[in-house]
């Protein structure tokens, strides 16, 4: 993935990355300026771009992520990234956690009851943030497995949702 984002050097021009998220599928990029941008799968959301591709899933330039961008996260930026083959995490200078994509055994971190829910079930083609039980205690970590994730926080917190 390193070899192929360099190569999108060209498409970024004049921006930099600034930081990068591995994903097997769908790799996402954060850039200088503090946009975020995607490319790859989008079968499941997991882009974050608003919507799931239909036919080829497939986005083919990186394509701005506009739920996270320094206007819409109030002068945040984001600073990690960290995807799984359906899913992927996003970590804020502020400390917040933003999610999208497959949630069919809670690797979104949401509730199931959660109004994003009424349109599609099982994706959030949209990045939203992840409830946390200490909004205070800020998120310095994630990290995502096929259909889990863990966070730590400031205060040395460790929290795990998903299936492993």
Same mark, same amino acid.
Not at 33 to 45: S, T
Not at 105 to 117: A, N, T, V, Y
């Given at each position: ?53 239909? $036919? ?52 979104? $971190? ?49 929290? $795990?949702?998903? $299936?492993?």
């Amino acid at each position: 993935m390193a070899l192929y984002l360099r190569r999108l050097s060209w498409v970024l021009a004049p921006e930099k990355r600034s930081s990068s998220g591995p994903a097997p599928n769908s790799p996402s990029l954060s850039t200088s300026k503090g946009d975020v941008r995607a490319f790859g799968l989008n079968n499941n959301g997991q882009s974050g771009i608003g919507y799931i591709n239909e $036919g080829t899933f497939l986005i083919l330039t990186p394509t701005q992520v506009s739920g996270l961008s320094v206007e819409a996260l109030g002068g945040e930026r984001v600073v990690r990234i960290s995807g799984s083959e359906a899913h992927t995490l996003f970590l804020t200078s502020g400390g917040r956690v933003f999610t999208c994509g497959k949630h069919y055994i809670g690797q979104l $971190g949401l509730p199931k009851d959660d109004p994003i829910f009424a349109k599609n079930p099982q994706c959030v083609p949209c990045p939203v943030q992840v409830p946390l039980p200490d909004p205070a205690d800020h998120v310095v970590r994630i990290a995502t497995s096929t259909r889990g994730n863990r966070v730590v926080t400031a205060a040395g917190a460790l929290y $795990g949702w998903g $299936g492993g």
